[in-house]
């Protein structure tokens, strides 16, 4: 996968930035701030192939994720406003929260819209120069776009749902996983000998483990399905059939019906989990719990709590240098 190389490289170079400059101003690591931070400038790296700088603490959080978190909290309290009359009467008269709203996504677009057209100027300047290289050159989701030709407006959508989508989802799960893991110390202790076990007594302290590596540490899947199966970063979702379908149970769905599924809920449930299923038990995903260390993995549906092994797949990545 082109994206993944990313991954290691951006963790690698600004893991530290962030923590080391709270040692040196003596404040309280907030992880969450952190994971936030880390989570916009990774997407925005590889969906723009630019660096917002979020992980140096010495500058103020970037006009743009503050414009995000602007349209993302007003569009929010649309779904849970009372009457929905009301915000249509705001962004009629163009005031209030809608009026806030517009300025800020105009925001997003005027600064996603300037980053396509730069990104276009030097692509072009590479090419003039006949020293195009697509390793170096289009390893960001916004210069493979260009390059295809698909229409700026489209390849402005496409970054900015790339974005969200990928931000407070990402920032959200580690979080949570990391906050659970607070609370339950013997877990984290055999996560921290499960990532030490595979680091030789000759590895540099901060070598990062490669994704192979990654891949064959059972325990550390299991933390990940466990926070996504109690703690999903979307608590439901709805999706709409292209057309006329039966779901498994029997019951039938026509194209266009919204047909919306509770991941958070579905992920308690007793009849899915059993009787320990508020409890943060990672042996739960292992063939054999007593055997945690070195043991076999479940194959468990990914459609049975929030698409599973398909949607944290570089979640292993972020971990991994936390410990």
């Known amino acids: 996968m082109w994206i993944r190389p990313l991954f290691f490289f951006f963790w690698g ?10 040692v040196k101003t003596g404040k309280v690591l907030d992880m969450q701030e952190l994971l936030r931070r880390f989570a916009l400038d990774v997407v925005c790296k590889v969906s723009l192939g630019t660096d917002p700088g979020c992980l ?9 994720a503050t414009a995000f978190d602007i349209a993302s909290m007003i569009c929010a309290r ?23 709203l517009k300025e800020a996504i105009e925001h997003v677009h005027q600064s ?3 980053i396509i057209q730069s990104k ?44 969200m989508a990928g931000r407070d989802t990402t920032s959200a799960a580690m979080t949570w996983l990391f906050w659970s893991l607070s609370r339950y110390p013997n877990v984290e202790a055999d996560l921290v000998k499960e990532v030490q076990k595979n680091l030789d007594d000759n590895d540099e302290k901060e070598r990062l483990l ?42 039938r769905v026509r194209s266009g019906d919204r047909v919306t599924y509770f991941q958070y809920g579905m992920g308690r449930m007793k009849e899915l989990w059993g009787k320990d299923r508020m409890e943060f038990k990672p042996d739960r995903w292992f063939v054999e ?22 949607v944290y797949r570089e979640g292993r990545i972020y971990i991994r240098p936390l410990f």
């Open 112 to 114: 996603v819209a300037e």
């Open 13 to 22: 170079a600004e893991c530290g930035i962030y923590s080391q400059g709270m």
């Open 78 to 100: 649309r779904g849970a406003a009372p009457l929905f009359i009301i915000w249509k009467i705001k962004r009629a008269l163009k005031i209030g929260t809608e009026k806030t």
């Open 120 to 163: 276009k100027e030097k692509l072009k300047r590479v090419q003039e120069k006949d020293d195009y290289n697509g390793v170096d050159c289009e390893e960001d989701l916004l210069s493979r776009l260009i390059s295809a030709g698909h229409d700026e407006e489209l390849i402005r959508d496409m970054v900015i749902s790339f974005i």
């Open 56 to 64: 140096e603490p010495s500058l103020p959080n970037s006009p743009l």
């Open 210 to 251: 490669d994704y192979e590596e990654l891949k064959e540490m059972g325990l550390m899947k299991a933390c990940l399905n466990e926070t996504m199966r109690l703690y999903p970063p979307v608590a439901w979702d709805s999706k709409h059939p292209l057309a006329d379908d039966v779901l498994p149970d029997g019951t």
């Open 289 to 310: 719990p007593d055997k945690v260390d070195g043991g076999v993995l479940k194959n468990v549906s990914p459609y049975k709590f929030f698409g599973g092994p398909n």
